[in-house]
């Protein structure tokens, strides 16, 4: 049959089970937004106040559901402005396909309006970047897209496609989606190998990355941390990637990971890395981490081996394939003394937050309260600062794609886009973003996102008038000089709220956490919560940089805090 290109992408969409896209409609896409109207009944189309929301949107939808995520925008600005959810995307290896329009053929090159040269910008934050030139190669180059984005460890992808392309016809013959094909495994000896190093270790340590969750391999991980009796640890991007109300969890590992974490990478005699890349805020000091053990990492990239540490031995292979041909080769462990005594590490260094004053609201009461409330299949995106770090901490995640939070790149103003995103795939499941007052002006727009399309997601702002990680920081290494971090300013988030649409509530004092989140959770439509807190509360335990994770600082001697003469301190 013969169809526009923009209608082939429609169809390609469709073959990819492809239900919603997140954009935003402008000169170079009219083509394409107009198709999306013609197929309105079985393509959704989400619109967001900008851009980079739709990028972020796309990404929490895939990370919630697996899926590829889909987001649209016009030339020029409207691309550029995906640049940094494409990054967020690339740097946690999440799979999204970004559609951009550009100036027609005939003025590429020519410094035309609102053009640029998208595909150069993005290359080195993608898997692939495709400029289309030919109507014809439109469907391929889409299912292409497709299946790059979803093979190996997965990423973005990038189709830019003229707009007299998107116009022209040409024949279209639907064929089936093309799935991934299965990677290769290790060899057996080398899986051999790996199994007698596992039946010898005394003391193993297992520890889980974002891999873990990306290859839909948490059954296969939490089998082999049974079969191993060993504590597990896990970074950021694998937090529900294990059981985390199992005793043999001990919490995050890294620079604001538990103290219990730090002691078992100093005391084990191996460290088994399964789907993780080694970054530096888990290494920290690269010298001296995992010094006193052997390492068995077990990962889909060849490039992540060996790029950031050393290792005794590799596995190359998606996560869950490479578990599922180990795990016969295990017989059942019992490691009782190592385990007592990983339990006695996380009885002596909880994680927990000091109240100063009668009625003083906590973060970790807060989210604690969330998290009981909320119940386990609860989705919890966030921005990025101290915030995330403490929903990281302090909420109990039990299952996989229920935390969605900027890793790599460190995105603030992800949270919310994420949210939207989470919400869309997940339309029955509780979602929540937490949220700092910096992040929350970078994205509040995209409350009327909220208000408009009726997406009944809770944002929970801890508003402490500063850039609290900044902030942080700005203590331990900067003498207290608090260059630009405070955000002490007139808005009043709970009003704005109100102007895009959306309820607010407050909770001002401890006795009502749990009365306030119960309303919003119970509200049915968008609500916004504003919970004012410390500004001088901290991200501890902390490991500061080119120090030695097994280190943590656990307890910050401050002289400024709070414009009271008190300290703040977990």
Same mark, same amino acid.
């Given at each position: 049959m013969m169809l526009t290109g923009a209608q082939i992408l429609m169809e390609c969409l469709l073959e990819q089970g492809v239900d919603t896209v997140f954009g935003y409609p402008g000169g170079a896409v009219l083509n394409l937004y107009d198709a999306l109207y013609e197929y309105r009944a079985q393509i959704r189309r989400i619109r967001? =106040?900008?851009? /980079?929301?739709?990028?972020?949107?796309?990404?929490?939808?895939?990370?919630?559901?697996?899926?590829?995520?889909?987001?649209?925008?016009?030339?020029g600005p409207g691309a550029t402005n995906l640049v940094t959810g494409i990054a967020t995307a690339c740097a946690d290896s999440v799979p999204v396909v970004a559609v951009t329009g550009n100036v027609a053929r005939p003025l590429l090159g020519k410094n035309s309006f609102q053009e640029v040269d998208i595909t150069s910008i993005t290359r080195p934050v993608t898997k692939k970047s495709v400029l289309v030139r030919d109507v014809s190669e439109l469907a391929e180059v889409l299912r292409d897209a497709f299946f790059v984005a979803n093979s190996g460890r997965k990423g973005p992808v990038l189709v830019d496609i003229p707009k007299d392309v998107s116009a022209q016809k040409t024949e279209f013959v639907p064929v089936p989606a093309r799935r991934a094909e299965p990677q290769?495994?290790?060899?057996?000896?080398? *899986?051999?190998?790996? =199994?007698? +190093?596992? /039946?010898?270790?005394?003391?193993? *340590?297992?520890?889980?990355?974002g891999g873990v969750i990306a290859s839909n391999a948490s059954k296969e991980f939490a089998l082999l941390a049974e079969t191993l009796d060993a504590p597990v640890s896990c970074s950021l991007m694998c937090q529900g990637g294990f059981d985390q109300e199992d005793e043999r969890y001990l919490g995050m590992l890294g620079m604001h990971g538990t103290k219990a974490s730090a002691q078992a990478i100093k005391t084990c005699d191996l460290l088994i890395a399964v789907g993780t890349r080694f970054s530096d805020r888990v290494l920290c000091d690269g010298q001296h981490f995992a010094? %006193?053990?052997?390492?068995? /990492?077990?990962?889909?990239d060849p490039a992540e081996f060996g790029k950031n540490i050393?290792? %005794?031995l590799r596995l190359q292979g998606d996560i869950g394939a490479v578990l599922r041909k180990l795990l016969p080769l295990l017989k059942p462990q019992k490691h009782t003394e190592w385990r007592e005594l990983a339990a006695e590490w996380k009885h002596e260094y909880p994680l927990c937050q000091t109240e100063q004053e009668p009625e003083e609201v906590l973060p970790q009461d807060v989210l604690e309260t969330l998290c009981r409330l909320a119940g386990p299949d609860a989705v919890l995106t966030t921005e990025v600062g101290q915030h995330q770090m403490w929903a990281a901490q302090f909420v109990t995640f039990r299952k996989p794609r229920t935390f969605l939070t900027s890793g790599g790149l460190g995105t +603030?103003? *992800?949270?919310?886009?994420?949210a939207i995103g989470a919400k869309?795939?997940?339309? %029955?499941?509780t979602v929540v973003n937490v949220a700092g007052d910096g992040s929350f002006r970078m994205n509040c727009a995209e409350l009327s996102t909220l208000a408009r399309e009726k997406i009944p997601v809770v944002e929970l702002v801890f508003s402490n008038s500063t850039l609290g990680m900044v902030r942080q920081w700005q203590k331990l290494f900067y003498?207290?000089?608090f260059s630009a971090s405070d955000v002490e300013d007139a808005v009043d988030c709970e009003k704005l709220a109100e102007a895009f649409g959306v309820a607010a509530m407050t909770i001002s004092e401890k006795s009502e956490i749990e009365p306030v989140l119960e309303r919003a959770l119970a509200y049915g439509g968008p609500v916004l919560v504003n919970c004012p807190v410390c500004k001088d509360l901290n991200v501890l335990p902390m490991v500061p940089a080119n120090a030695s994770v097994e280190e943590p600082i656990l307890e910050m001697d401050e002289s400024i805090c709070c414009g009271r003469d008190r300290v703040c301190v977990l």
């Open positions: 967001t =106040a900008h851009e /980079q929301a739709a990028a972020h949107a796309a990404d929490g939808y895939a990370r919630a559901s697996g899926k590829t995520g889909v987001c649209i925008a016009t030339s290769g495994l290790p060899s057996p000896q080398s *899986f051999r190998r790996a =199994a007698a +190093m596992l /039946q010898e270790s005394d003391r193993p *340590f297992l520890y889980g990355g010094r %006193n053990c052997r390492i068995l /990492q077990i990962d889909i050393g290792v %005794n +603030m103003g *992800f949270g919310l886009g994420a869309t795939a997940k339309p %029955n499941r003498g207290g000089r």
